[in-house]
Structure formats: C-alpha cells, structure tokens
C-alpha cells in the first residue's frame, strides 16, 4: 500500500494531530513511497533499526520516537540513526501517549481486555486526557494469582509487587509505562491493584499509605501490548504483512 495513504490513515486512527503530547507523533521519517511490510518496536533505536532492515520493512512504528518537541542537532548518534533510516529507505513512525489511551488499541486496553476485565472505564489524568483503564475481574482473584497472570500475558516476570492493600483484589486500574506518578489517582478510582510499567521509588510511600497494592509489569513489557494491538489490527485492514521486534531493555 501507498505509504502515504496509511499514513494517513494512522494520523487519524490514533488522532495523531488532537492528542497533546511531548512526542512529536506521526511521520518523523520518510522512507519509500510503497509499505508491504511492516515492523513494530518498542523503542526507535540502531538495533531496531537494523532488525527493521534485515526483515526487509518499509516502516517501523514505534512507541517512542526520535523526536520530542525539542531541537536535535544531526551529529554523533542521532546522525547514525538517521543515516540507518535514510539508508534504508525505511520510515519511521511514532505513536505515544496516542497508543497510551486509545480504546481499542491502547496499551492500556489492550491488557484490560486480555485480563478480560468488565465495566471498563477511564482514569489517570496526564496533560488534560485520560491515559488509564479501570475495571472489574470477572470473579475476584488472590493478589498472587493476578500476578502470575500479568505475567503470563506479558511473556516475563513482572519487576516489582508492592502489598499494601487486600489480598484478594477484584477492581483492577491500568496504565502502561512510567505510570506510578499516578498512583494517588489509582486509589481515587477506588482500585484493589494498579497495574503499571516501570517502578518509581519516589512514589512507594504514597502507595503504601493509601493503602494501594501495585503490580509492576516492566516498562518495556506493558508497552508492547498495544503496538501488537495495533499489528493485528492494521494486518487485518489492510493485509499488510507485520512483525513485531522484540528488544526487552529490562526495565
């Protein structure tokens, strides 16, 4: 397909243009004109680059991108990712906060979907939009438990448990990422547990003292569910060919 045409059509499923952000989402490179085949990655970065090249992709999208609302000068790894891309004719397109909070392919929803959660709805204010889900198990679960099913879905152990509300949890908040900040609005949506990415140390009273138990998927990890999201769904619009690269950072 014309590249431009599913551009386009990226900018205005993921409201790209309406969705305030420090990313400069979109189109950040142009690579060739014709897309049959697609790479998704967490992380624009060389190794995704080059595994983007070696599978012989026209575009990558990605979850965090090369540019945020600041000026880059193209000199010294910059230049050498730029170079890649341009070299290879591959384009590169990001999509953050956009994937955050969309509702059907949104980081967020997608694991609320895959834990098959009930009564969906959002929370997590992050520059004036909900970035976040809340919902219901289907029937209540041992903290444990839905741990080890975190875990399952994400495809690795999760990096941190903080225990500090009822064993057996029922109402379930999520938001991928760097999510802890948002703890305090976790326990205002009255959560049981807050799935989120990455650990925050500055923010390990505030979830023991309001009483908010806390299941740390991993950054990386709780970020790949809504590009996958995203693969399917493009894959099955438009039988474009997709694959998605695996770069855990361990974070």
């Not at 955050?100 to 980081?107: A, E, F, I, P, R």
């Not at 057996?168 to 802890?180: C, E, L, M, N, P």
């Not at 900040?181 to 949506?189: F, T």
């Amino acid at each position: 397909m014309k590249r431009d045409e599913l551009v386009s059509y990226l900018d205005d499923y993921l409201q790209i243009k309406t969705i305030q952000d420090d990313s400069n989402n979109g189109l950040q490179v142009e690579g060739a004109e014709e897309v049959n085949r697609l790479a998704f990655a967490v992380d624009a970065g060389l190794a995704a680059f080059a595994e983007a090249r070696a599978a012989h992709a026209q575009m990558l999208i990605v979850h965090h991108g090369l540019f945020w609302s600041k000026p880059l000068p193209v000199t010294g790894i910059h230049r050498r990712r730029l170079k890649t891309l341009l070299d290879a004719n591959i384009s590169l397109y990001a999509a953050h906060l956009p994937l955050d909070l969309h509702k059907t392919v949104g980081n967020s929803a997608a694991l609320a979907r895959r834990l098959a959660l009930e009564e969906i709805t959002p929370f997590g204010e992050y520059k004036g939009q909900s970035i976040g889900v809340a919902g219901r198990l289907p029937q209540p679960l041992s903290l444990d438990d839905l741990a080890l099913e975190v875990e399952e879905l994400l495809g690795q152990p999760i990096t941190g448990l903080w225990r500090f509300g009822p064993d057996t949890v029922r109402r379930v908040g999520i938001i991928s990422g760097g999510g802890a900040s948002l703890v305090e609005q976790a326990a205002q949506a009255g959560v049981d547990v807050y799935i989120t990415g990455e650990v925050g140390h500055n923010y390990y009273h505030h979830a023991r003292e309001l009483e908010l138990n806390v299941i740390f998927g991993g950054h990386y990890a709780t970020e790949t569910v809504g590009l996958k999201a995203l693969a399917e769904h493009l894959a099955e619009r438009f039988g474009v060919e997709t694959l998605f690269l695996t770069l855990p950072t361990g974070a």
